[in-house]
């Protein structure tokens, strides 16, 4: 298709969606706020069902190593502070002199300049805006400075000023905080994932691209914590190639995909984590069961100053569209164990878990040796305060403290005499030891999703619309006709009608106009499948079901429809 078909491909998705109730841009009737859409009717069931096949493939199929939690989207200062998100969540900002219009740099220059910039320094950002003589384009007016834009909601948590929170921007430090809560709730089983599929909020400066990028959307994370010298995969489940852009082949200017089975990019270092590599194959499954055919997706690894601050490498699922060429999906961040510790560091918390050894080691290990009774009469009540403190600290820092000279030495805040701590080695057998896990993990945004649905069904056949939604994601599952408006015919449409919805399906009625029409407004919204009562009911009890691709149409029973849209629909 021509870059001009393509496009009005898209405005008729967009169309359709305002027209039949998928998604339209939120507070209409007030102009409308950028970035900001609501679902309709049948997108917030195509939203769902998309969640539930996401949760399909990340939990379910994987409940003994998943687990799926829920935490607030309000989150505390402290907590994005530890992250790193309140100094490094920014995109970069500039302003129009003369208008005030802002815009994101990096975009307007992309756009009018034709330079990818991602990723580029704020310096870097301002030199080409120079060099190529760039202005505001709605009134030709000089542009500021650039300078970083923080893109957290903020807000505050009760009635005090103080207390700063932010609307979270991922739900990963949700997961991050309550990791060892989890941990206990599963009797400590390691490796272990945890999921949470919710919403964000991210105050994008200029958002475009319409359901692309949003200022508040689903996201759908897992946190895989895991020893990456530990167990492997569960490679019998999830295997095979991923079409892969690596950094390497970005440097030299390629734009080609490779073609690699997971396990040899593994092993060739291409892929630097197993577990990224493990999800990657899980999202690649997940994302072709919405309807992206395997050749119109690839995995893109960011280039180092691309990435985010916490990953040590990151692959973005890219997929086609018809208007905007290749969109991210997913992104698939390697993310060490950078969280954790930072939240060890912030909190004073252990976030560490046992990694048990093959057999017992001998080593030789420094202790921290306090005399009891000596502080016992020294510290009286506080001792119990003061014996947890030493506990807290790194034995490397009491070294530094014992380096000072003078009898007293000042420990976590008390004053005792320097005789009354000391640090001897000796000999333990040793089982394992404690480590900080790593994180491989795998996040998807449901609203691009929709839209991503939207554009692979859509499909025009003798001038009408039919959205060949695959049949796990169809808003409607089932329609329900009379083949004419007869009482008697009618009457049994709504018994049929009534009697699915009651077995769990999403069905449609409709009794109104010609049976041609109600067929093409079904197929317009995806209905997979069509049951239509008619005269020959009344004799025998059967009815048609028509499939929305084929056309084609069987006779069934009525006490065997049920079953037989089961077994159509892959309704287990």
Not at 241 to 255: C, F, S, V, Y
Not at 441 to 470: C, I, M, N, T, W
Request: hydrophobic share 40%.
């Amino acid at each position: 298709m021509s870059e001009r078909e393509l496009a009005d491909k898209y405005e008729k998705i967009v169309d359709l969606a305002k027209r039949r109730g998928f998604f339209w841009s939120s507070y209409e009737i007030y102009g409308g706020v950028a970035g900001l859409y609501d679902l309709g009717p049948l997108g917030a069931l195509l939203k769902a069902n998309i969640v539930n096949l996401w949760r399909e493939y990340f939990v379910l199929r994987h409940q003994d190593l998943v687990v799926e939690i829920e935490t607030p989207i309000i989150t505390p200062e402290i907590v994005l502070k530890a992250s790193g998100h309140l100094d490094h969540f920014t995109d970069p900002i500039t302003e129009c002199v003369k208008c005030g219009r802002k815009y994101r740099a990096d975009h307007l220059i992309e756009e009018f300049a034709k330079i990818k910039v991602e990723g580029l320094s704020i310096k870097e950002l301002n030199n080409i805006i120079k060099e190529k003589g760039l202005r505001c384009p709605v009134c030709n007016g000089e542009l500021s400075d650039v300078r970083e834009f923080n893109l957290l909601f903020k807000t505050t948590i009760g009635p005090y000023s103080s207390d700063v929170g932010y609307l979270r921007p991922e739900a990963a430090q949700g997961i991050f905080v309550a990791f060892k809560r989890v941990l206990v709730a599963v009797r400590e089983r390691f490796p272990i994932g945890i999921a949470q599929a919710g919403k964000v909020g991210r105050n994008e400066i200029s958002p475009r691209q319409g359901m692309v990028r949003l200022r508040e959307f689903t996201i759908m994370e897992v946190e895989f914590f895991h020893d990456p010298e530990g167990e492997e995969p569960p490679w019998e489940r999830f295997s095979g190639k991923l079409r892969l852009l690596t950094a390497e082949q970005r440097k030299k200017g390629e734009d080609k995909p490779i073609e690699i089975d997971v396990i040899e990019a593994i092993k060739e270092g291409i892929i630097k984590n197993k577990w990224l590599g493990y999800w990657m194959c899980v999202a690649r499954d997940f994302v072709k069961e919405i309807g992206i055919d395997y050749n119109e997706m690839f995995f893109e690894e960011k280039l180092p100053h691309e990435r985010a601050h916490y990953s040590a490498q990151t692959f973005d699922q890219l997929v086609r569209v018809s208007r905007w060429g290749w969109i991210e999906v997913s992104g698939h961040a390697y993310r060490t164990d950078y969280d954790l510790r930072k939240h060890m560091e912030f909190s004073g918390q252990d976030m560490t878990v046992f990694k048990s050894f093959k057999e017992p080691k001998l080593v030789e290990v420094e202790k921290i040796v306090i005399d009891k009774a000596l502080l016992g009469k020294i510290l009286g009540s506080a001792m119990t305060s003061f014996q947890e403190a030493i506990n807290r600290l790194d034995i490397t820092e009491v070294k530094k403290i014992l380096a000072n000279p003078g009898n007293i030495i000042n420990i976590a805040g008390y004053e005792i005499p320097r005789e009354a701590i000391k640090i001897v080695k000796e000999t333990q057998k040793v089982t394992g030891t404690r480590m900080i896990p790593h994180v491989a993990e795998p996040s998807f945004g449901a609203e691009r999703l929709v839209l991503v649905a939207l554009d692979k069904a859509y499909s025009e056949e003798d001038g009408r619309v039919v959205l060949r939604f695959p049949r796990k994601i169809a808003p409607i599952k089932v329609a329900v006709f009379p083949l004419l408006e007869k009482d008697e015919l009618v009457e049994v449409a709504r018994k049929i009608y009534t009697e699915l919805m009651m077995a769990g399906f999403t069905v449609l009625y409709d009794e109104s106009g010609s049976i041609g029409r109600r067929y093409a407004r079904a197929d317009e919204i995806g209905v997979p499948l069509a049951v239509t009562v008619d005269f020959q009911t009344l004799a025998d009890g059967t009815v048609t079901i028509r499939d929305r691709d084929t056309k084609q149409q069987i006779r069934v029973h009525t006490r065997e429809l049920k079953n037989m849209l089961r077994e159509a629909l892959g309704i287990i």
